[in-house]
């Protein structure tokens, strides 16, 4: 039985057809034999400077390379059906280990994803990878706190539970323990600091150095390219293998010539993996060759030149290397059209016919696809002529797009507006019937592979030949129509958004189409821009977005979010807004960048600025009740307690809980502390209703945290409420929550140092320094111990910091006052009415009611 027999069944293609890739198997055959004896010799180890894993088959569009990739992992894994010219020596023995990763339409490299599925791949019981399954889970509970590892069972395997085995099994903390829920930020705390205080129960995996640089880095920076580093440490588990357990693993990398952009941005993540697995073979397909061998890339990429990649210099001739994917020859074509013609809902194909198909498909298998689909519906009462056939590929996919049912093909224009599609995103912007949807994603236009969300895709030469239909074609699109498309395709990729709230990896996948559509067809989309900027880890969702261009809606959208792209931070962060605000802009797109701005500037508490940022925005739309709010809080925040006035009487607040929480907040300044409360619960009730969690959580946080100052806070509630902004890696409210909890127990010195040093390790994880929390929670500490030396060192380290007055800022310095020391700030007024020193006089009578409170356990009031 040979090859051509496939075609017999319905839904083979000519892309499948590979009788002339006898070379591309024998180079694969060849490396694989390879490096299956390299891993035995130990010559894989990442030691060694030279890279020989990685075997490259580049070529035109439309020349077969997917398919070559599936069919050779087919052949590998001893699944190949009927291996046809392929029938030489067979796979190696023995298990092997292999693992796809498809860059089709993506402009990313999912580092993380990545080496979660190499992972996955070589998994089994018994083997086990303690610094992989270490490193990958402090990464993970700081990159993405709160969120559960995905499901990585591979062949009935639980490589999630085997994690989470190692985990419990090689940490040696009292009482640790971890399942298989959500890894949160002190999950990811814990293991660092066992890391690097070499509180390892497994005494090899404390000889792993480059694990601690690995910790100390996902500590200050949980980035991709730290994800991509992972991949070390699973090939140094490989390594510590005994050599006959040591797996064959190969990695299938198809269309790689979508993350090989001219920054290098995302390519740099893939060379990083690459090159820090040296034990896996890597069979990459792309349009373009690796030029990692390149000396001049050595600013652009980690590993790159001759000595590193002397397999990739294409004088090479040792396998693995690279390949240039040639075309099919002529008698392979024509064997193929004489065994499809008559067969398989073919009709006959006269000679002059597959002469005429021959001479244009130029050895292109997709060319060739295309033509018995031409065929097949031109059959009838009329033969087949020879004139039907031979022309030029985009005129070839053109025909057969016209051969489509009038109602698939105004599905084929909606999707090719979109690199992935699924059938529910068409049939909801074309108002299709379902059946006509399924039946247009089971055509041979439509290729599927394995996204998770948007399965189908059009081959890039099929959507190249849509987007230039002839407008002088019955039914073809005009500009304009393609326009109203792609905004219908927005819509409901804004629909489908919401459907998505509570799943933000899913839901960037959906927002990344949405911005694409809009870069391409110069959209704006309110809801898009509202929505990206919800979404947690600013810099994840820059690296989806097309590139910045300052004339389009999109572009500018995407160029705000520079500020968080390659790890800028604080002022850098800062002044890459600033620059982006001085060019001409969009109105909404400059209103949104100023107010990530002012929230930049509140957050180093450069007030001023901040304020001035929300008035302007506020003077354009004074009816927002959003910006009335949030100046109200700026000039609060300022102790601008006259203007504050003013501005409620000016811009009212209409929502009854933002106007209670403003009085609250007031109220806590003058000593009020009964009354702060009440804001902030019922602010905390409305957002909850609304859905808006962690708005919520912060005004449970401040609840907490006047309630802890009244002494009517328990150990017990403090900890609800860090395992509650644990879970959403809020690392603020942790801090607010670890403050409250040391009140509580700054009567037990051992209970109090164990809650200061969990504390400093939150601080140290989120690149932060000590604030209003710690000044005070730690006076309270030094006061309950009546430690004056320690008070002093604590005041003297307080006055060092540049601190302009605040609310927190002025309550900390009541509690140095009352451990006896002058005060920093001068009188606040809040209310006219009210001399300072009645404000103070309250503050002193809550502190001393806290200390006395501490002593005997909080009340019940």
């Known amino acids: 039985m040979s090859d051509f027999d496939r075609i017999f069944e319905p839904r083979y293609s000519a892309t499948e057809l590979f009788t002339n890739r006898v070379d591309e198997y024998t180079a694969f055959a060849t490396a694989l034999r390879v490096h299956g004896e390299r891993i035995r010799a130990g010559s894989t180890a990442l030691g060694h400077p030279a890279r020989r894993n990685v075997l490259s088959f580049y070529g035109v569009g439309g020349i077969g390379k997917t398919e070559l990739s599936r069919r050779l992992e087919s052949w590998a894994r001893g699944e190949l059906p009927d291996p046809g010219d392929w029938s030489g020596d067979g796979p190696p023995e023995g298990p092997l280990h292999s693992v796809r990763i498809d860059f089709h339409g993506s402009r990313v490299v999912n580092a993380v994803d990545i080496v979660l599925r190499l992972r996955a791949a070589v998994a089994a019981r018994g083997r086990r990878f303690p610094a992989f399954d270490l490193g990958l889970a402090a990464w993970w509970s700081l990159a993405r706190p709160g969120t559960a590892l995905p499901d990585l069972s591979a062949g009935g395997f639980d490589v999630r539970g085997q994690i989470t085995d190692t985990l419990n099994e090689t940490l040696s903390d009292a009482g640790a323990s971890f399942g298989l829920g959500p890894l949160t930020v002190r999950t990811g705390i814990r293991i660092v600091e066992a890391v690097r205080e070499n509180r390892l129960r497994n005494r090899t995996l404390r000889r792993c150095e480059p694990l601690v640089h690995i910790m100390n880095q996902t500590q200050q920076d949980p980035s991709d390219y730290v994800a991509a580093t992972l991949a070390g440490l699973l090939s140094w588990d490989l390594e510590n293998l005994p050599a006959d357990k040591r797996p064959v693993a190969v990695a299938f990398a198809d269309a790689a010539e979508y993350v090989q952009g001219d920054d290098r941005a995302q390519e740099r993540l893939f060379n990083r993996i690459v090159h820090l697995t040296p034990g896996v073979l890597w069979v990459v397909t792309s349009r373009n060759r690796l030029d990692w061998d390149s000396p001049h890339l050595n600013q652009l990429l980690p590993a790159t030149g001759p000595q590193t990649w002397p397999g990739l210099r294409l004088e090479t001739q040792e396998d693995p290397r690279q390949h240039l994917v040639g075309k099919l020859s002529d008698t392979d074509v024509e064997q193929y059209l004489r065994a499809a013609s008559g067969t398989a809902g073919n009709p006959e194909l006269a000679p002059d016919v597959i002469a005429r198909i021959r001479s244009g498909a130029h050895g292109l298998p997709l060319y060739l696809s295309l033509s018995l689909s031409i065929a097949r519906a031109g059959q009838g009462e009329q033969p087949l002529t020879a004139a039907a056939f031979g022309g030029p590929l985009?005129?070839?996919?053109?025909?057969?797009?016209?051969?489509?049912?009038?109602?698939?093909?105004?599905?084929?224009?909606?999707?090719?507006?979109?690199?992935?599609?699924?059938?529910?995103?068409?049939?909801?912007?074309?108002?299709?019937?379902?059946?006509?949807?399924?039946?247009?994603?089971?055509?041979?236009?439509?290729?599927?592979?394995?996204?998770?969300?948007?399965?189908?895709?059009?081959?890039?030469?099929?959507?190249?030949?849509?987007?230039?239909?002839?407008?002088?074609?019955?039914?073809?699109?005009?500009?304009?129509?393609?326009?109203?498309?792609?905004?219908?395709?927005?819509?409901?990729?804004?629909?489908?958004?919401?459907?998505?709230?509570?799943?933000?990896?899913?839901?960037?996948?959906?927002?990344?189409?949405?911005?694409?559509?809009?870069?391409?067809?110069?959209?704006?989309?309110?809801?898009?821009?509202?929505?990206?900027?919800?979404?947690?880890?600013?810099?994840?969702?820059?690296?989806?977005?097309?590139?910045?261009?300052?004339?389009?809606?999109?572009?500018?959208?995407?160029?705000?979010?520079?500020?968080?792209?390659?790890?800028?931070?604080?002022?850098?962060?800062?002044?890459?807004?600033?620059?982006?605000?001085?060019?001409?802009?969009?109105?909404?797109?400059?209103?949104?960048?100023?107010?990530?701005?002012?929230?930049?500037?509140?957050?180093?508490?450069?007030?001023?600025?901040?304020?001035?940022?929300?008035?302007?925005?506020?003077?354009?739309?004074?009816?927002?009740?959003?910006?009335?709010?949030?100046?109200?809080?700026?000039?609060?925040?300022?102790?601008?307690?006259?203007?504050?006035?003013?501005?409620?009487?000016?811009?009212?607040?209409?929502?009854?809980?933002?106007?209670?929480?403003?009085?609250?907040?007031?109220?806590?300044?003058?000593?009020?502390?009964?009354?702060?409360?009440?804001?902030?619960?019922?602010?905390?009730?409305?957002?909850?209703?609304?859905?808006?969690?962690?708005?919520?959580?912060?005004?449970?946080?401040?609840?907490?945290?006047?309630?802890?100052?009244?002494?009517?806070?328990?150990?017990?509630?403090?900890?609800?409420?860090?395992?509650?902004?644990?879970?959403?890696?809020?690392?603020?409210?942790?801090?607010?929550?670890?403050?409250?909890?040391?009140?509580?127990?700054?009567?037990?010195?051992s209970a109090a140092q164990d809650v200061i040093a969990q504390t400093d390790s939150v601080i140290r994880t989120a690149s932060g320094l000590r604030g209003w929390r710690e000044w005070t929670s730690r006076t309270v500490f030094g006061l309950r111990q009546a430690d004056r030396a320690y008070l002093d060192q604590l005041h003297e380290t307080w006055l060092s910091r540049n601190t302009p007055w605040s609310l927190n800022s002025h309550v900390v310095d009541r509690f140095f006052v009352f451990a006896g020391y002058p005060a920093r700030y001068g009188p606040v007024h809040v209310i006219p009415t009210e001399d300072p020193a009645t404000a103070d006089q309250r503050w002193h009578s809550t502190i001393t009611s806290l200390l006395e409170t501490s002593q005997h356990g909080p009340s019940q009031a």
């Open 394 to 749: 985009p005129e070839l996919a053109t025909r057969v797009f016209a051969n489509l049912p009038e109602r698939e093909r105004e599905m084929a224009r909606a999707a090719s507006l979109v690199p992935r599609f699924d059938e529910d995103l068409i049939n909801q912007a074309t108002d299709g019937l379902i059946g006509d949807t399924h039946r247009f994603c089971q055509r041979t236009l439509v290729t599927r592979d394995d996204h998770p969300l948007f399965p189908y895709r059009l081959h890039d030469a099929v959507r190249a030949a849509i987007a230039h239909e002839s407008v002088d074609e019955p039914g073809a699109w005009a500009p304009d129509d393609r326009m109203a498309m792609a905004r219908r395709l927005v819509e409901a990729l804004g629909r489908r958004s919401k459907s998505l709230l509570g799943d933000s990896n899913r839901r960037l996948d959906v927002l990344e189409l949405a911005a694409g559509l809009c870069a391409d067809h110069d959209l704006a989309a309110p809801w898009l821009a509202d929505a990206l900027t919800d979404l947690p880890g600013f810099a994840r969702t820059a690296e989806r977005l097309p590139p910045p261009a300052p004339d389009s809606w999109m572009g500018q959208v995407s160029g705000m979010f520079e500020a968080w792209r390659q790890g800028r931070s604080g002022l850098r962060r800062i002044a890459c807004l600033e620059e982006f605000l001085a060019g001409p802009l969009r109105a909404d797109v400059r209103a949104l960048a100023q107010l990530r701005l002012a929230y930049l500037h509140r957050t180093r508490s450069a007030f001023g600025p901040s304020l001035q940022l929300l008035r302007g925005l506020l003077a354009e739309t004074p009816q927002s009740q959003f910006l009335r709010y949030q100046v109200a809080r700026g000039l609060q925040i300022m102790g601008d307690f006259a203007d504050l006035h003013q501005h409620l009487s000016d811009y009212p607040l209409v929502d009854p809980t933002t106007a209670l929480r403003i009085k609250s907040d007031l109220a806590y300044l003058r000593g009020l502390l009964d009354e702060s409360v009440v804001g902030p619960v019922t602010r905390a009730a409305y957002l909850r209703e609304e859905g808006k969690h962690q708005l919520a959580l912060d005004n449970d946080a401040t609840v907490l945290w006047r309630r802890t100052l009244m002494g009517r806070s328990t150990p017990a509630e403090c900890d609800a409420l860090l395992s509650e902004a644990d879970r959403y890696g809020e690392t603020l409210t942790m801090r607010t929550a670890l403050a409250a909890k040391l009140i509580c127990q700054a009567g037990d010195i």
